[in-house]
């Protein structure tokens, strides 16, 4: 006996709302007694950390440990969908049996799910584990649990941090010392966007900034002092050196359109500006120009957190020695050297689940010159603008899902008792600190859920969760008809560097 399963259609990248199907093929050489086959889209969100914990004073002492190592593992169901393929309502509700015999040979039974927007986990989420044929229930965990958009799948990290997405077939045998047979095949998942904010019209557009100041330092020319003495004739006393013009005082900007959003697969609507404040006559030249995006992922495990740190380089130029052209004190860095630099396929989109969150900051290094006529002067100042910032999938929600949800209010839910709530959790695991400005002025109206109870269910497999208001509202809408980039797991990054000067970050 063998099963397998084969995708109809697969693609690539799969998003919310598309329709994942296939057939789970059942492969039998002589005649089986089977009791169910069923077939689950599932989806798991994993982290394994190790860490130290300090040992009583009375374990510890002389030549003693005074840290026991500590290994962590914590995992998150955040997608579960159930069918029973075998044996169908009708043939279950004639037959009224539990068990069924197969003949040999070749049985396809066909599968189809709908991928949701929102992730299934619930706090004291209950599951079933199958033990010597026996469904026995595990109590659910009381780790922080949301329900948000589902996360992009993940691997990173040397497997610190797991977020993958499959479909399993299981062909459930009747006596209890005969195995189950299973199969699986895992598919990769990028979410939908959430929508943006309108775009106000044209001069009313406000942008996010990150701004530093410099002052040259002064530069000063030898004065001539004319002929050189003589041996025997005196010389003349020389003058000291003469300063010459004001060294330019300038401030240079990084600015993106508010709410600070950038698209995975795209370039970045970025401006970098230098405005002088100062009437200096210099003249000032680029020579260096880096754009990095910095990576921060948190991983938690229980009681253990970890802040993992990557970057992505989008360009890194040097030597330019480009003279930068003035417009009334202001001089515009030229958006040529960026447009054709997308976001690189391995960044993944900001995401926030149960153990495992995803934020960005954007770094932008800018190395200038200033100078006279002809003359360059050998002072070169680098400065880094850092800006916070929500990197999308670039997979726009349909139309008739925008609509849907415009002409629709989330309904109030009423209070229920006995029921954790979503702040105690939050106080039992909060989330650690993070930099930059609040979340509130970041995060545009997105697909959030509500917090909805789990109900236990009284069968021998756990029933589904029930539908987010954003599924409920999407049920009939169809899958997203447009483009859908390209996304490659990033495996090893290195470590982002730090901040090279401090500044100031804000809206305009």
């Known amino acids: 006996m063998s099963v397998r399963i084969v995708l109809d259609h697969h693609q690539p990248l799969y998003t919310n709302l598309d329709f994942i199907q296939g ?4 492969s039998l050489t002589r005649n089986e007694t089977i009791a169910a086959i069923t077939v689950k889209l599932e989806g798991d969100s994993k982290t394994h950390l190790v860490g130290e914990t300090p040992l009583p004073a009375s374990v510890g002492g002389m030549g003693r440990r005074t840290h026991d ?24 509700l004639a037959t009224a049996s539990s068990v069924y015999t197969l003949p040999a040979g070749l049985h396809e039974f066909p599968f189809k799910f709908k991928l949701p927007f929102n992730n299934a986990c619930a706090d004291a989420q209950s599951t079933y584990v199958n033990v010597a044929g026996l469904q026995v229930q595990t109590p659910g965990n009381r780790d922080r649990h949301v329900r948000k958009t589902l996360p992009p799948s993940l691997s990173m990290f040397q497997d610190q941090a797991l977020i993958r997405y499959y479909v399993k077939a299981t062909v459930q045998r009747p006596a209890f010392y005969k195995e189950n047979f299973r199969s699986e095949v895992t598919f990769q998942f990028f979410p939908i966007e959430p929508p943006r904010p309108p775009v106000p019209p044209q001069g009313k557009r406000s942008e996010s900034y990150a701004r530093i100041e410099h002052t040259f330092a002064p530069t000063t020319r030898p004065a001539s002092s004319g002929k050189s003495p003589g041996l ?41 500006m230098v405005t002088k404040l100062n009437d200096s006559p210099a003249t000032i030249y680029l020579q260096l120009l880096q754009i990095e995006l910095i990576a921060r992922t948190n991983v938690r495990a229980h009681f253990l957190a970890r802040d993992n740190k990557t970057s992505t380089v989008i360009i890194s130029k040097s030597n330019m020695h480009i003279r930068l052209p003035e417009n009334n004190k202001v001089m515009h860095i030229d958006k040529a050297h960026w447009k054709d630099s997308p976001l690189p396929s391995n960044v993944a989109p900001s995401f926030d689940t149960c153990n495992i969150s995803r934020s960005y900051d954007l770094h932008v290094k800018v190395g200038l010159l200033h100078g006279l006529g002809d003359q360059t002067y050998p002072e070169l100042v680098v400065e880094t603008l850092v800006m916070p910032v929500l990197v999308y999938s670039g997979i726009r929600p349909p139309d008739a899902l925008l609509q849907a949800m415009a002409g629709h209010s989330p309904p109030q ?13 939050s106080n039992l695991s909060p989330h650690p600190p993070s930099a930059g400005p609040p979340a509130a002025d970041l995060q545009p109206p997105g697909f959030e859920a509500l917090q909805t109870g789990q109900t236990h269910p009284e069968g021998p497999f756990p029933d589904e969760a029930p539908p987010s208001y954003e599924d409920a509202v999407a049920d009939g809408i169809g899958p997203v008809d447009g483009p859908r980039g390209v996304y490659q797991q990033q495996q090893e990054g290195r470590g982002g560097g730090g901040v090279g000067a401090t500044g100031e970050s804000g809206k305009s």
């Open 413 to 425: 839910k009423p209070p229920r008792p006995n029921v954790v709530s979503t702040a105690s959790l």
């Open 232 to 272: 025997f004739r005196k010389g003349s006393v020389p003058k000291p050196d003469s300063p010459t013009t004001p060294p330019p005082q300038i401030c240079i900007d990084a600015r993106l359109p508010d709410p600070a959003i950038i698209t995975c697969n795209e370039a970045l609507p970025l401006r970098i």
């Open 69 to 92: 190592v500590t290994i962590e593992n914590e995992l998150h169901k955040i997608l579960y969908k159930l069918a029973t393929v075998f044996p169908t309502e009708d043939l279950h």
């Open 23 to 26: 057939r789970a093929i059942l």
